[in-house]
């Protein structure tokens, strides 16, 4: 499972915005392709090896949990920003 990540070196840490660009991998939103075109494609998903520090989004949390830690959410017993803040 190692051999599936690429291979980098180390850099100092950039803007937290910056890695969260460039680490975090979004879902696509017609991962077969555009409309009308063959489904019979090379393949599906990521066409570039895995780096170390990237990571799927998580769909159901703040996108920045930096600027709401510490706020509620408005319905009641949904409230999961008390986690640890950041990534």
Do not use: C
């Amino acid at each position: 499972m190692g051999d599936e990540f690429l291979k980098e070196e180390s850099r100092g840490a950039d803007l937290s915005t910056v890695e969260s660009q460039r680490n975090d991998t979004i879902p696509e939103e017609f991962p077969e392709g555009p409309y009308g075109s063959s489904v019979l494609s090379e393949s599906l998903g990521k066409s570039t090896p895995w780096r170390d520090d990237q990571r799927p989004t998580n769909r159901f949390r703040y996108e920045n949990r930096e600027l709401h830690y510490g706020i509620e959410r408005d319905y009641p017993g949904d409230d999961q920003s008390e986690e640890t803040p950041g990534p």
